[in-house]
């Protein structure tokens, strides 16, 4: 065994952090919690797969369930296309594999949302299948163990990491491995300023050796979000809200209230409504503002209550929600302000 996975694993025994998807031996668990830990802090998660494993305890009633409770479960988690794409995995899982989880990786990547790193967590935690896991924390632990100074997201750069990687996946007690550096990346070897005093490779680690543990890896700059203006329309008929299902690949499948880009006065909202929707409406009010960050884009959103007549028609592709049953629909977390509103302020005195 490579000095480096006996002193990692010697960690682990005594380091491993408690997780709920953690000894369980349940591939369909490892799955859930590989997808929801995408881009999403441990702490932040514990919850969501408790609640998820609760309402969906199995690959089958994952796949018999309704979409929409799928959104719902996985409601302010963000990232939806991961929800909607574990919920088509499942049915998949269960008409092509009869309900059991591959083992091998190469089976795995064909299951919608299993790419290759998620194919090899899953592989290695579940079954034991010796392969490496490589996600941003162990490619962190990689570059500064090895010093390498080249860009990780260059192909070339990334196979040789992808290699070094792999020398060190054991034969046996690959999950705990892949695991454990993982665990290395998000707690010791963080990014900006590690904490090599507690860190098992620190003998071995030639980035500490060459004190430049700091600068890597090499990434290259992220580009700034854009920023994206909004008004947000809370359009009321008697104690009904006029809502959508969203289509557009960000956030579809949730529902929000209809939004025009860009903010206009009080008066060009008006007509707006008038053109857009066929709705005749009070002038509008303001209501707040917020504002959301993905990771491509800032939303900057004007909140503004109009109020139509009691009996208005629905307008196409719309629906009248009650004001009650706006909490039932799975919602994103960047209309929730919005939400707030409409479940209140929007109350006629
Ligand atoms: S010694 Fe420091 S830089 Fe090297 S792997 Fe450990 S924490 Fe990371």
Not at 104 to 118: A, K
Not at 149 to 162: F, L, M, Q, S, V
Not at 215 to 241: H, Q, T
Not at 255 to 263: D, V
Request: glycine share 8%.
């Amino acid at each position: 065994m490579h000095p480096a996975t006996e002193a990692l694993l010697r960690w682990w025994d005594e380091n491993a952090r408690e997780m709920p998807w953690r000894g369980i031996r349940n591939p369909y668990g490892t799955w859930v919690s590989e997808i929801m830990l995408q881009q999403t802090r441990v702490d932040t998660v514990r919850d969501y797969y408790t609640r998820f494993m609760a309402r969906f305890p199995t690959v089958r009633a994952l796949a018999e369930a309704r979409e929409e409770d799928v959104l719902k479960m996985w409601e302010g988690l963000g990232y939806y296309s991961r929800a909607r794409n574990l919920h088509r995995g499942a049915q998949q899982v269960c008409e092509e594999f009869g309900g059991e989880i591959p083992r091998d990786p190469e089976t795995l990547r064909r299951i919608r949302g299993i790419g290759p790193y998620t194919s090899c967590s899953i592989a290695s935690i579940a079954y034991d299948v010796p392969v490496a896991a490589v996600d941003g924390n162990v490619i962190r632990v990689i570059c500064r163990l090895y010093g390498l100074g080249d860009d990780p997201t260059e192909t070339k750069a990334r196979a040789r990491i992808g290699e070094l990687a792999e020398e060190l996946v054991p034969e046996k007690r690959a999950g705990d491995h892949n695991q454990a550096m993982m665990d290395l990346g998000a707690t010791v070897c963080v990014p900006g300023t590690p904490d090599c005093e507690r860190c098992p490779l620190s003998k071995l680690c030639r980035a500490r050796a060459e004190g430049t543990a700091e600068e890597l890896p090499r990434l290259p700059k992220a580009r700034p979000p854009r920023e994206k203006e909004w008004d947000v329309l809370l359009i009321f008929s008697g104690e009904r809200v006029l809502m959508y299902r969203r289509e557009e690949k960000l956030l579809q499948g949730l529902w929000c209230f209809p939004m025009t880009e860009g903010h206009r006065t009080p008066e060009e909202l008006r007509d707006a409504v008038r053109r857009r929707y066929g709705l005749e409406t009070e002038k509008p009010e303001p209501a707040g503002e917020a504002r959301h960050v993905f990771t491509h884009q800032v939303w900057r959103m004007k909140l503004y209550l109009l109020r139509t007549s009691g009996d208005a028609p629905e307008p196409a592709g719309m629906r009248w929600i009650p004001r009650g049953e706006i909490r039932a629909l799975p919602m994103p977390t960047a209309v929730q302000a919005a939400r707030r509103i409409a479940e209140t302020q929007g109350e006629r005195d």
